[in-house]
Every structure is written in structure tokens, then in C-alpha cells.
């Protein structure tokens, strides 16, 4: 007879596997991400274009955490190039200095990382409109502000590009107190889907990934271990994503393994409905 493991047993995927290592995915290429400071999806997103051969261009709103970055990434990977740019996503004038800026710091740009955003728990019978402002501001608004000067930097140049957006499974589930977080990651959905239409004129290919659940350090500072714990438990595999694991799916979009692929939201979720 054939033995079938109980619901409540441990998947085998409960543990998070090795780091993979990197296959030269974006060598050569020249990489902007946005909110890289720090131990989120951010900087690991940008080690992983640095371990995938890319040079890179780490940009953040905190100057300190953003050259630490920076620096970081430079010892780590000393045959390649790493940048700084401080840039507030609120600021149209900071987000259109740092395209400009990072062409001219790495003599290109192939691909943006938008990554940028801000979330919180608040129940929306007692949220305020400045609650509800910020978040939209930050993550819809600033990915909207970074899309569109990087489009204008795509027109004017001779060359392809990639646009990879971080969305999140909340723009498709229902969550008590993420109403704002969840409109503005909804938005981000749709602007790519949007967005994508427009880029291919200029050769810009735009995708964005919608995690689940990836715990880090700066994650934890905005929900309660209790929440997290309890999200986790729900996945498939009954953990969170590490950081990583995000990230490569981020090079990946990055990379001419999806050369046909754009307008594209990919779950990072282990398939929770």
C-alpha cells in the first residue's frame, strides 16, 4: 500500500536550500537598484546582479546604510564596479538625478531594479490620510517616478533595457491592516502591465515579482514575529523565502533567459491561494 504523508509532516522544502551560486546571467551588464541599503529584498537583489557579473549601482534615501552597501558589495567582488546615488523616491528631481547619474557613473544603464517601498500594519477604520499617503507615495508613486525616467533614458539611447518591479502577493490577497500597502503593491501590478506595453517601443522589456513572504531584518521591525511566524506557516513549504531566493528570481527577469517575456507579474508565493 502506498504511504502518504501526513498534511502536518514538515515538506522537504521546509529548509532553505544553498545559495546557488551565480552563472554570469548579467555579465557585462549595468545595474540600478533602488532601496539597497540594508538586509532586505534590496541589497540582496544587488549582490545577487553582482554575483550574476553585473556592476551595480546601489541607491537608498539613508546616505550611511547605502555607501556601507556599497562598500560591502566592492570588497566582496573587487573585480567589479559598485556606485552610490542617494535618491528619496518622493522626489522627482532625486529620482531623474539618479538615472542621469548612474548612466554617467556606469556609462549605462541595462537594467532598474525598483525595489523601493513602504509598508506598516494599520486597521483602515483608524488610518489617517498621511498613513495612507506615504505608502502610495513611496512604493506606488516612487515606482511610477523611477519607470518613467528610466523610459526616457531607454528612448534616447541605442540599446535594450529591463525594468524589474518588486510587487507583492498582497496585491492579489486579502490581509487585515495592509489596505494601503496592498492598494499600492495592486498598482504596481498594473503599472508594469502598462508599463510593458509602452516599453516595448523602446526596447524595454518590464516585469515585476510579487513575494510572499521573505523575512529580514527590516521586515521584522514592521510586523510582530506572532504575524510573520503565522504567514510562514501558511506557505507550502511552511517557511518564508529567504532574501536570496527573491533575488535570483529578480536576475533571472534581469537576464536574456526571459527575452520574451514582459507585462508579467511572477508569484514568489510557494502557490498560496
Not at 536550500?17 to 533602488?34: D, M, N, Q, R
Not at 553585473?54 to 534615501?61: G, I, T
Not at 510582530?224 to 532574501?243: I, Q, T
Request: glycine share 8%; aromatic share 6%.
Amino acid at each position: 500500500m502506498t504511504q502518504h504523508k501526513s498534511p502536518l509532516a514538515a515538506s522537504p522544502l521546509s529548509t532553505v536550500p544553498e545559495e546557488t551560486s551565480g552563472h554570469g546571467l548579467l555579465a557585462g551588464k549595468k545595474v540600478v537598484v533602488t532601496a539597497a541599503a540594508g538586509t532586505g529584498i534590496g541589497f540582496s537583489a544587488a549582490r545577487r546582479a553582482a554575483l550574476e557579473g553585473a556592476d551595480v549601482l546601489v541607491s537608498d534615501f539613508h546616505e550611511r546604510r547605502m555607501n556601507e552597501a556599497r562598500d560591502t558589495l566592492a570588497a566582496e567582488f573587487p573585480e567589479q564596479r559598485f556606485e552610490a546615488i542617494t535618491c528619496n523616491v518622493q522626489s522627482t528631481s532625486d529620482v531623474d538625478a539618479l538615472i542621469s547619474g548612474a548612466a554617467e557613473k556606469l556609462g549605462r544603464i541595462d537594467v532598474l531594479v525598483n525595489n523601493a517601498g513602504f509598508g506598516g500594519e494599520g486597521e483602515l477604520v483608524d488610518m489617517t490620510d498621511e498613513d495612507w499617503d506615504r505608502v502610495l507615495d513611496i512604493t506606488l508613486n516612487g515606482t511610477f517616478r523611477a519607470t518613467r525616467a528610466a523610459l526616457r533614458y531607454f528612448r534616447d539611447v541605442p540599446h535594450n533595457g529591463v525594468i524589474v518591479n518588486n510587487a507583492s502577493v498582497l496585491g492579489w490577497r486579502a490581509q487585515r491592516a495592509q489596505a494601503h500597502y496592498a492598494a499600492a503593491k495592486a498598482g504596481v501590478m498594473a503599472l508594469t502591465r502598462c508599463s510593458a506595453i509602452e516599453g516595448a517601443d523602446f526596447g524595454v522589456r518590464i516585469n515585476a515579482i510579487a513575494p510572499s513572504i521573505a523575512r529580514h531584518a527590516f521586515l521584522e521591525k514592521s510586523a510582530s514575529a506572532e504575524l510573520l511566524d503565522e504567514l510562514a506557516a501558511k506557505e507550502a513549504f511552511g517557511r518564508a523565502a529567504d532574501v536570496w531566493e527573491v533575488a535570483a528570481t529578480i536576475a533571472m527577469l534581469a537576464s536574456d533567459y526571459t527575452t520574451y517575456l514582459t507585462g508579467e507579474v511572477v508569484s514568489i508565493s510557494s502557490q498560496r491561494a
